[in-house]
């Protein structure tokens, strides 16, 4: 079963950046694909970014050229570069993690963005 433990998040001011990442273990069976999800209270959890095993990603329209994600197959990680931020950004940040027998999620990370 897969484990995932995300480290990143905190209080930034508007126009700043943050670096989410997200290390996966537990598994050996290759992983297919990863993501960063996000949810705020009461909202429905919406796909900011998602990388392919071979490296092809697709992004929110929102976060398009602002948001970068990256993965390292050898370590089993994936990261979320995160610049220009806005408030409406402020969510709690998932990560996924999807194989052939599992999806998995990380606890969730929170992100705020206010001056």
């Known amino acids: 079963q897969v484990q995932l433990v995300e480290s990143g998040g905190g209080l930034v001011q508007p126009g700043g950046s943050l670096r989410l990442s997200c290390a996966a273990s537990g598994t050996s069976f290759r992983i297919r694909f990863m993501a960063w999800y996000r949810q705020a209270p009461g909202k429905r959890r919406e796909l900011v970014a998602g990388?392919?095993?071979?490296?092809?990603?697709n992004y929110a329209d929102s976060v398009k050229g602002r948001f970068t994600i990256s993965r390292d197959n050898a370590k089993n990680t994936v990261t979320l570069q995160m610049n220009s931020l806005k408030p409406d950004d402020t969510d709690v940040y998932y990560c996924?993690?999807?194989?052939?027998?599992?999806?998995?999620w990380g606890q969730g990370t929170q992100v705020s963005v206010s001056s």
């Open positions: 990388i392919s095993e071979s490296g092809t990603t």
């Open positions: 996924n993690v999807r194989t052939l027998r599992d999806n998995a």
